[in-house]
């Protein structure tokens, strides 16, 4: 689109914008067909957003995300609330498991996560603490939609669903059967349909009769769900009686 008529405030914005979890790392000229910029424009802003700290050229010329956005990040109240109350319960459900721990939350018609503790035996992972994975792929994910407004709901599902392996579910009335059931169980699972060899089960955690959140595991495989869930839902009911006492 033409520069004209364009903000500088909504360009730079439009450059921030051009990367998401598909594009981590990009080169000047594809962030400038991304943000719709003319490509002296986008070498202007994006070398002000470098010198500022948002932006960050690597060895190989492309750019990221630096690390002055992260730090803002983590002002958000979702990060320092959340975030800091389900933290100690990450860490012991990590402790008593061994399994890498999801905490996420509800971005649109994606989910955020919040949180992930891992370690050298965990499971191999695309999610990243900030990234955004979709919702009908991942076990926080559809703990999330299970519970979502139906709109957030009609959103996803009114859309064709994004094939991540063999296994993912993209048949809508099959997703839809699957949800229909997270309320009535209280959690989720998900058979490597994001990553392969990774399966995951996850619970809401609830506060004020709301899901402000989903907290997850993620196994190699799902035969210890019937051990693993009860220690699931003793921390998502630790992180929700935190949130109550500091909301209180």
Known sequence: MPDSGVTVASRLLAILGSFDAGHRALTLSEIARRAGLTLPTAHRLVAELAGWGALRRTATGEYVIGRRLWDLGLLAPVQTGLRDVAAPFLQDLYGATKATVHLAVLDGTQALYL???SGHGSVPLVSRVGARLPLHSTGVGKVLLGYAPA???HAVLSRPLERYTPY???APGRLEEQLRRVPRDG???TSEEMTL???SIAVPVLAADAVVAA???VLPDLRG???LLPALRVASRGIARSL???AG
């Open 197 to 199: 060899g990774a399966c």
């Open 151 to 153: 709109d957030v709901r």
């Open 215 to 217: 907290l997850g595991l």
């Open 187 to 189: 959690y989720a699972t």
């Open 244 to 246: 109550s006492l500091e």
């Open 115 to 117: 949180d992930r503790l």
């Open 168 to 170: 993912t579910i993209v």
């Open 225 to 227: 769900r019937a051990r």
